[in-house]
Structure formats: structure tokens, C-alpha cells
């Protein structure tokens, strides 16, 4: 399967910044047997959707890190509301209820998910720390949600 990483960060677009967070979610996709792609764009909304746009061309899983907080500059949320078609609240909901029981700066996310064609996006905090954790929120879910979307023949597991 084809995964995608976008970071968006002014810092790391300058060159002034590692992409420590992009390794990380980079490493992890690997892991799980992904092949990815990596794009870093400056905090500009205008990037951000183009770069979702095109990397959900040719990928299933789109993840973004960084520009989900509070700053002026943080607009990811709003870049990702602009180029998906339905949005997968569960799974923006499940990521800042597991980063509001390890802090309490994660009632400060304002990151989104959803589905772009049959394409997956969704919004990571910027630290890598978070990025880890919220992959592993959503890594229990991931391939059904990516099988679903894939329009394959899925079972029903109960919980």
C-alpha cells in the first residue's frame, strides 16, 4: 500500500528545522509494510491543500504533521477541510482524547480527518512524540478503514 507524509512547518520548508516528526511517522507507515512518500510545505493553506490533493492522487493514506495548534500560522485543519469530501470525526475525536489523558495541551488540537476520493487524510500534531502516539490510536483501525475505502471485501471482526 502507498502512504504519504506531509509535513507542513515553516521551519522545516526554510531548512532551518529536521523533520523529526516526519521521520518518525515515515519509520512507522515502513514498519507496517508501506511504501511512502514524503512532501514538506511552509504553514501556507494554499500548500497544504494542493500537496493533499496531489498526494491523494496515487496514495491511500495521507498524514499530515504539524500546524494543528493554536498559532496564527496553524492552519492545517482548515487546508484539509478545504480538499476533503467527508470528514471521519471518530478518528480526530479518538486521537485528542488519547493525547488529553497523556497532557493537557492536547485540548489545544484542532486536527482533522477525512476521506479525499478513496483516500484517507489525517492531521498529526507536529512533535514526534505525538506523531507516535497518534499512530498508535489509529493503527488498530487502519487497514479496515483503508480496505473500506479501497471498496475490498472486508470481515467483520467483533469486538
Known amino acids: 500500500m502507498k502512504a504519504a507524509v506531509l509535513t507542513v512547518s515553516d521551519r522545516v520548508s526554510r531548512g532551518e528545522a529536521d523533520d523529526a516528526s516526519g521521520d518518525v511517522l515515515d519509520e512507522l507507515l515502513r514498519a507496517d509494510g508501506f511504501e511512502t512518500e514524503r512532501r514538506v510545505v511552509a504553514d501556507e493553506a494554499g500548500e497544504i491543500a494542493s500537496a493533499i490533493e496531489e498526494l491523494a492522487v496515487d496514495r491511500s493514506l495521507v ?81 479496515h478503514a483503508l480496505a473500506l475505502l479501497a471498496d475490498a471485501p472486508t470481515a467483520h471482526e467483533q469486538t
Request: glycine share 16%; hydrophobic share 35%.
Open 63 to 143: 498524514l499530515t504533521t504539524g500546524g494543528t495548534g493554536l498559532a496564527p500560522r496553524d492552519v492545517t485543519p482548515e487546508a484539509t477541510r478545504e480538499v476533503i469530501e467527508r470528514e471521519a470525526p471518530g478518528i480526530a475525536e479518538a486521537l485528542r482524547a488519547d493525547s488529553i489523558a497523556k497532557t493537557p495541551h492536547g485540548l489545544l488540537s484542532r486536527g482533522v480527518a477525512g476521506v479525499r476520493g478513496r483516500t484517507l487524510v489525517v492531521n498529526l500534531p507536529g512533535s514526534p512524540g505525538g506523531c507516535r502516539d497518534g499512530y498508535a490510536v489509529l493503527g488498530p483501525a487502519l487497514r
